[in-house]
């Protein structure tokens, strides 16, 4: 199945300030998933990148708020952007992947997570 | 229901068998997944069960699905202190995965 290389794992930001994190992944996947894990809460997908189209939000997430790029085929970008606490979460990207052989078993594989912590 | 639910928390002792509850909402999902994640990491995909199964074994873990209820269990056998981790339910609903909030595994010496 596909590696996901995502930066950074952590950090901390400050109010109102904005913080971009990246994804890129070592084939090429039509499309990306980027979801937010607050605290205690499961993993909530904030919008589905698609590369030479805008990004399709999900509920209660906006593009001001979360701009996305997909440049290409094996990258893309998160912004957090007018950080507040509430924002404080962990961010991960995902893509879907084939597991197993010789019948592949349909499935999505993760990133390491972005842990951000908002000040 | 619309959520995926689980239990929030399992204690068990090393070398007991761990079971992991999970009730799903849609029918039509073809797959079922269970996802660990260890402390500091992502998601990694642990096993999947078919939804025309009724069980799946692989090594210590065990799958069962009961479709009528719509309930998925992991079961754990031998559990190890390097299985302590928060374990998801997921399922596929409009082709968007959807996980239940996760069953946290502590491991008791």
Same mark, same amino acid.
């Given at each position: 199945s596909a590696v996901i290389s995502q930066k950074p794992s952590r950090d901390i930001c400050q109010r109102g300030t904005s913080l971009t994190i990246q994804c890129q992944v070592d084939s090429q996947v039509t499309m990306m998933f980027w979801y937010r894990q607050q605290p205690g809460q499961s993993l909530t997908l904030i919008a589905t990148a698609n590369q030479g189209s805008e990004a399709t939000y999900e509920s209660g997430f906006v593009i001001d708020k979360f701009p996305i790029s997909? /440049?290409?085929?094996?990258f893309s970008t998160l912004t957090v952007s007018n950080?507040? /606490?509430?924002?404080s979460s962990i961010y991960l990207c995902s893509v879907e992947a084939i597991y197993g052989s010789p019948r592949g078993v349909y499935g999505y594989t993760f990133g390491s997570g972005t842990r951000l912590t908002v000040v | 229901g619309e959520d995926v639910e689980q239990s929030l928390f399992l204690s068990v002792r090393e070398g007991d068998s761990s079971v992991i509850n999970c009730t799903y909402t %849609?029918? #039509? #999902? !073809?797959y079922l997944y269970w996802y660990k994640q260890e402390p500091g990491a992502g998601l990694q995909l642990l096993t999947y069960i078919f939804s025309n199964m009724d069980m799946k074994q692989d090594q210590r873990l065990t799958v069962l699905l009961n479709k009528k209820d719509k309930h998925l269990s992991l079961r754990i056998a031998d !559990?190890? !202190?390097? %299985? #302590?981790a928060i374990y998801f339910c997921a399922e596929v609903r409009d082709d968007k995965i959807i996980f239940g909030k996760g069953t946290r595994l502590h491991i008791l010496p």
């Open positions: 997909r /440049p290409n085929l094996t950080l507040s /606490p509430e924002d | %849609d029918s #039509s #999902s !073809t !559990t190890q !202190t390097g %299985d #302590s």
